[in-house]
């Protein structure tokens, strides 16, 4: 192989690189604005402020605190909407995955995520307080996300819903 075609070789890996993890990002993009849509029907059941309602909108940014028990009924509320947890308030592994395919591309990152959940929660499993747990395991795993490169940014999920806000 010359350098020349070891070079060619290289740069294609590379551009199949980057679409994958572009494609990882917007299936991660379409999961959570799908997911989010149940926050309005959460809101009072979890007792969501109107302020803190709005912070979950920055859910993926760095600076999102993982400090409010009312956050974590909501996540726990949304979860129970679309059935993904157990009835012990674990995440029910086909409901979440069939929940995440059910996106365009979905498939390519369900097992993925599906795992990334899992383990966050045998890490905190201990934890008895289900609000507080879910926040945690939510909490692990956009951590985990982060590390494998497949969350999304804000700018991304930002112009995303300004985009489907003008649509309706």
Do not use: Y
């Not at 551009?15 to 029907?41: H, I, P, R, S, Y």
């Amino acid at each position: 192989m010359t350098s020349r075609s070891g070079r060619r070789l290289l740069l294609l890996l590379l551009v199949q690189l980057a679409v994958q993890l572009k494609a990882n990002v917007d299936v991660m993009k379409d999961v959570t604005l799908g997911f989010g849509e149940a926050l309005k029907l959460c809101r009072e059941e979890s007792q969501l402020t109107e302020e803190k309602m709005e912070e979950f909108f920055h859910f993926w940014r760095d600076d999102f605190k993982f400090d409010d028990r009312a956050v974590g009924c909501a996540i726990k509320c949304m979860s129970s909407h679309f059935d993904l947890l157990t009835d012990s308030h674990r995440m029910h592994h086909r409901n979440m995955d069939n929940f995440i395919k059910s996106f365009p591309n979905g498939e390519v990152l369900s097992q993925q995520m599906v795992t990334l959940i899992h383990e966050c929660e045998q890490q905190h499993d201990s934890e008895e307080d289900h609000c507080w747990r879910i926040l945690r395991v939510a909490e692990c795993f956009k951590s985990s996300c982060k590390k494998h490169g497949i969350a999304p940014t804000m700018e991304l999920l930002m112009a995303e819903f300004v985009m489907e806000s003008e649509a309706n």
